[in-house]
């Protein structure tokens, strides 16, 4: 993106749409001349259409800006000159409404089991790995793919900031459907061996104990490895061997004996700073970068926040009566505005939906919001940014503010 020099806005205009080429959640920023000389209006719209940013600026600030979306992959929307039409473009989204459905179990009928959200999925085995199920739990319709991509037996990456919801999806759609599940957490303490297997002497005699990997596959277990990007080496290369659908691991501590995987088994894992997301890196210390191949043998979905509807949806469904829809609403746009701020980095810790409920019981229970705020929120996070979320929270709520 070049960006005119500050007597040169005439030669290279800097007015237009900047939009992210890969990452649609993104949304788009528009900058055009304000009605003021000599400034400009940048106005943020969001994926879904949402305007939240409308402010006016000068040409400084604005110079700033555009070397800001440079960095962060942004670039000026171009548009096709009259003899550039692709030449199906006006049959292409006929052709593919026509083929699109649902998946092929669901067209034949063949696939009996419980709905979850809009998708028909089958009874998992039951066991006692089954996660407990959470009758406040918004199964999104933007989760749907993901569900039948589940149906499907695709490896599913889910990638997306801290406490955005990613593991608890795939819990949820496991507890609704009656599926044991695993969790392996890449925390800089899990060793092969605890992912594959090892050796140990018990009772004089030696013994193999299968990691959680080949014990998902063999029992028809679903495996999350989350943070995936903060996986050793070892790790991602055993994982490589089974990310085919199909695809079997070779024990080659176990004298290359070789794991089938069960047709229940499904791969799942969840990263905060992978592709899209690698944006935000640097708030995620000791995060890997993941290369293409790797990526490609995923189906790669970026898991957003709730929307402030959305939230205050399961605030209400979590509460009932004990939380009106206006308060439902308040507590929602907290929520929000602390996330847009650990965005613009203002913040240092993310709020996940997770910490909103277990505040807002606590408030009921106490009836004080500060006093709630205590051990849900300000325990947790440093001086600068407990000030910050008290002023939101006071912004929200204070009458007199």
Request: hydrophobic residues 40%; neutral net charge.
């Amino acid at each position: 993106m070049k960006v005119p020099a500050a007597n040169s806005i005439k030669d290279d205009d800097p007015t237009g749409t900047y939009h992210h080429p890969t990452d649609v959640t993104a949304g788009q920023w528009t900058v055009s001349p304000s009605e003021r000389p000599h400034l400009y209006r940048i106005r943020h719209r969001r994926a879904n259409g949402e305007q939240h940013i409308d402010t006016v600026v000068d040409y400084d600030n604005l110079k700033a800006k555009l070397l800001k979306w440079d960095r962060e992959g942004f670039v000026r929307r171009e548009h096709a000159g009259p003899d550039e039409k692709p030449i199906h473009r006006s049959t292409f989204m006929r052709d593919l409404l026509e083929s699109a459905g649902q998946t092929p179990g669901e067209r034949d009928g063949s696939l009996a089991g419980t709905r979850v959200g809009n998708v028909a999925m089958p009874h998992g085995n039951g066991g006692p790995f089954v996660p407990a199920v959470n009758r406040a739990y918004l199964f999104a319709p933007r989760f749907d793919n993901v569900l039948r991509d589940i149906v499907e037996n695709r490896r599913i990456l889910l990638i997306g900031h801290t406490g955005s919801g990613k593991t608890s999806l795939i819990e949820q759609v496991a507890a609704h459907t009656n599926q044991g599940v695993l969790r392996s957490n890449m925390n800089g303490q899990t060793t092969v061996g605890d992912f594959v297997g090892f050796w140990t002497v018990k009772g004089g005699e030696t013994l193999w104990v299968d990691g959680v990997l080949p014990t998902a596959m063999r029992e028809g277990l679903w495996l999350i490895v989350d943070e995936v990007d903060f996986a050793e080496p070892a790790i991602l290369a055993v994982l490589t061997a089974v990310l085919e659908p199909g695809g079997r691991l070779l024990l080659k501590e176990k004298g290359n004996e070789i794991v089938a995987p069960h047709p229940s088994f499904r791969l799942f894992a969840t990263a905060n700073a992978v592709g899209s997301m690698g944006q935000y890196r640097h708030l995620y210390q000791g995060a890997n970068v993941m290369n293409e191949a790797f990526l490609d043998r995923w189906r790669v979905y970026r898991i957003d926040y709730l929307s402030r509807d959305e939230e205050a949806q399961v605030l209400l469904r979590t509460f009932g009566r004990r939380v009106s829809v206006q308060m439902a609403q308040t507590l929602a746009a907290i929520a929000a505005d602390c996330r847009e701020a650990f965005m613009r980095e203002d913040l240092a810790s993310a709020f996940s939906t997770r910490r909103l409920l277990d505040w807002t019981e606590l408030m009921l229970r106490t009836g004080d919001p500060e006093v709630a705020a205590g051990p849900t929120i300000y325990s947790k996070v440093g001086a600068e940014d407990v000030a910050l979320i008290r002023s939101i929270i006071q912004h929200h709520i204070d009458p007199h503010g």
